[in-house]
């Protein structure tokens, strides 16, 4: 299917501020399951832009601006191609329901980072949950589960303010939002053993209504890839309870929450300048190429 994205940000200001470089990840990778057919990039006020390819290869946009202004207003449009599914079995190995992941040595050594917690857990309390929700299991792929398990437990909550909660935190008010979902399965999958990466990217809803979706349109969107053997990254998304679906619209990868922001970026202003930031995600079917 060939989709049409618009993605707008506006930051506002109670007067003009000066604004330090920012990095915008806005443009997905080419891939077998995804094929980006046109982009454009749109900023105002005017900003230089140099692209790169980050630490985790996705692509990188940096805007460096001169002049001053009370808004700054960043839209992204593409036009991408979404095929298949990213998981062609229905059935998992059998070993990715042991207590052990198979991993070659060669893939443990590249997986390294993705495997390491990034959070802490003194007390051991995600330890304890995750004993409580292994207890519960009868059958089935683990992964899956673990997925479902969040989507059916807590409370989806929009949140506009910056950063992801601590996964201690999501447990304990029983409640977030999409990235603070897709955080708390990263952190839980790698206490199993498995690699796990943050994606950020956006939700096609399958029908106007968006029956079936806990996820807002209009906004941005996060999950999470796991590494299975012999399946490769295959995406998990708890908010919605969706496994390599192709709704799943990927634009960037990381470790950890923070390197995979949309925009980022600074300004220089008096104290109490910032006045808001509105996001707005817009997607509809494009014609192919030709």
């Known amino acids: 299917m060939y989709l049409r994205i618009r993605h707008a940000t ?3 200001y109670a007067e003009p501020v000066v604004f330090g470089p920012h990095r915008l990840m806005l443009r997905p990778r080419d891939s077998f399951d995804l094929r980006v057919i046109d ?3 749109a900023i105002s006020p005017p900003a230089g832009l ?4 980050d630490a985790y290869g996705n692509p990188v946009a940096m805007a460096t601006f001169t002049g001053t202004s009370d808004t700054l207003e960043i839209v992204s449009e593409l036009v991408i191609q979404r095929f298949g599914s990213a998981l062609p079995r229905t059935r998992v190995e059998p070993d990715i ?3 052990e992941i198979s ?4 893939e443990r050594a590249v997986l390294q980072p993705y495997l390491d917690l990034a959070t802490a857990d003194p007390d051991g309390a995600l330890d304890t949950w ?5 207890a519960r299991l009868n059958g089935g792929h683990l992964l899956r589960a673990l997925a479902h398990e969040i989507y059916a437990s807590l409370h989806y909550a929009v949140r506009f303010d910056e950063g992801t909660q601590h996964p201690l935190d999501t447990l304990r008010v029983g409640a977030g939002s999409c990235r603070d979902y897709a955080w708390l399965f990263i952190e839980l999958a790698r206490r199993l053993g498995f690699a796990a990466r943050f994606v950020t990217g956006y939700i096609h809803e399958r029908s106007p209504e968006g029956a079936g979706m806990t996820s807002v349109a209009g906004l941005t969107h996060a999950w999470a890839d796991v590494f299975i053997p012999n399946d490769g990254w295959v995406e998990f998304d708890p908010t919605n309870d969706l496994v390599a679906d192709r709704q799943l619209l990927r634009v960037a990868v990381a470790r950890v929450p923070e390197d995979a922001s949309p925009v980022a970026g600074s300004y220089v202003g008096p104290a109490g300048a910032f006045l808001g930031l509105s996001v707005g995600v817009a997607i509809t079917p494009a014609d192919g190429p030709g």
């Open 10 to 12: 506006t930051y506002r």
């Open 39 to 41: 982009t454009a990039i």
């Open 50 to 53: 140099r692209w790169m390819h």
């Open 97 to 99: 329901e042991s207590s």
């Open 103 to 106: 991993y070659t040595a060669a």
């Open 130 to 134: 995750l004993q409580a929700f292994r």
